[in-house]
């Protein structure tokens, strides 16, 4: 089959390149726009960008999605079906039956769980053993369109966002195969989703990161993993911002006192121990205000930090 591909993040190219590699063709990609990127803010292409000009293929990076020569720009493509894999902006109504098959989605959760942007880390912050990828049919209302196909895949209690989105990026391309297979032979069968039992993934943001350590040591791990590698889990150290990029619930389900939240239990060279509401955390690999990251070892070399301290939130 013609396919039709939206996508801009690294999550969306093994399905590029599944696709690129299979029977199918790829009449053209749509992606966002090149932005600034890193911190010299230089303007480089999104890794969907770069794989599709590497293979040769059309690209086409709308500002917006509405006006009438975007629709004219799809047409010309003549694709039987549009592939959507985290493009990252909501496709109008109008555009998604261009396709002759329509548009179908390649999404990060068990729908109808995790409907939205950020369903990976709401997973992992949320502790959940269990996520996946479905396919499903791209429609008005925000991911609740018919589900096609599912793939599930466990997520381990150390397990960071990162590691579980890549593991499911590579089982969505290989399902969406399947998929577009089933589709071209007309032996694919959708099932509606069952709104009542639909939960949401909103966008992430910076201000999420800030640790309470008034909750449990599991509750914070899973902060911790679940917002790397962006937006990050912090808190401060001496009134100096501390990222926490690596944990380890050392004491789960039990209180830890005589500790108030957030202090220092003991410093070696492998951990810094803190007390948390239940139980108490381990900090493994940490980032300071304004330097790279490290292991505890370089850290307690370079830094005061001793037991007794708190860590707090300002």
């Known amino acids: 089959?013609?396919?039709?591909?939206?996508?801009?993040?690294?999550?969306?190219?093994p399905t590029l390149q599944h696709l690129l590699g299979s029977s199918h063709t790829v009449a053209g990609v749509v992606t966002q726009p090149d932005r600034p990127r890193g911190r010299g803010q230089k303007v480089t292409f999104a890794p969907v960008k770069a794989l599709a000009v590497e293979h040769q293929i059309p690209v086409f990076q709308p500002d917006r999605l509405k006006p009438p020569e975007t629709a004219g720009t799809l047409r010309a493509w003549n694709a039987d079906v549009g592939v959507v894999a985290a493009y990252g902006r909501i496709i109008p109504e109008h555009l998604l039956a261009i396709p002759r098959l329509g548009m179908i989605n390649v999404?990060?959760?068990?729908?109808?769980?995790?409907?939205?942007?950020?369903?990976?880390?709401r997973a992992v912050m949320n502790g959940d053993a269990e996520t996946g990828v479905t396919i499903m049919r791209v429609v008005k209302e925000l991911d609740a369109?018919?589900?096609?196909?599912?793939?599930t895949r466990p997520i381990s209690p150390d397990d960071t966002s990162d590691v579980v989105e890549d593991a499911l990026s590579e089982l969505g391309a290989k399902l969406l195969l399947t998929v577009?297979?089933?589709?071209a032979a007309g032996s694919a069968r959708e099932e509606p989703q069952d709104?009542?039992?639909a939960t949401y993934a909103p966008r992430?943001?910076?201000?999420?990161?800030?640790?309470d350590w008034s909750e449990s040591a599991t509750t914070i791990h899973n902060r911790v993993r679940g917002l790397y590698p962006w937006p990050h889990a912090y808190t401060y150290l001496h009134g100096k911002r501390l990222i926490l990029l690596r944990t380890q619930v050392v004491l789960a389900g039990r209180e830890a006192p005589p500790y108030t939240p957030g202090t220092v239990v003991s410093v070696d060279t492998n951990a810094i121990r803190v007390a948390t509401g239940q139980g108490e955390i381990a900090l493994i690999e940490l980032q300071p205000e304004g330097k790279r990251a490290m292991r505890v070892h370089d850290?307690?070399?370079?830094?005061?930090?001793?037991?007794?301290?708190?860590?707090?939130?300002?």
Do not use: C, N, W
């Open 107 to 121: 999404h990060a959760s068990l729908l109808p769980k995790y409907r939205g942007a950020a369903p990976v880390h």
């Open 204 to 211: 992430l943001t910076k201000e999420e990161g800030l640790i």
């Open 299 to 314: 850290f307690v070399l370079g830094h005061q930090v001793a037991p007794g301290d708190a860590l707090s939130q300002s």
């Open 180 to 183: 577009l297979d089933e589709m």
């Open 195 to 197: 709104d009542s039992q």
């Open 1 to 13: 089959m013609v396919v039709l591909f939206f996508g801009t993040p690294r999550f969306a190219v």
């Open 145 to 151: 369109g018919a589900m096609i196909a599912k793939v």
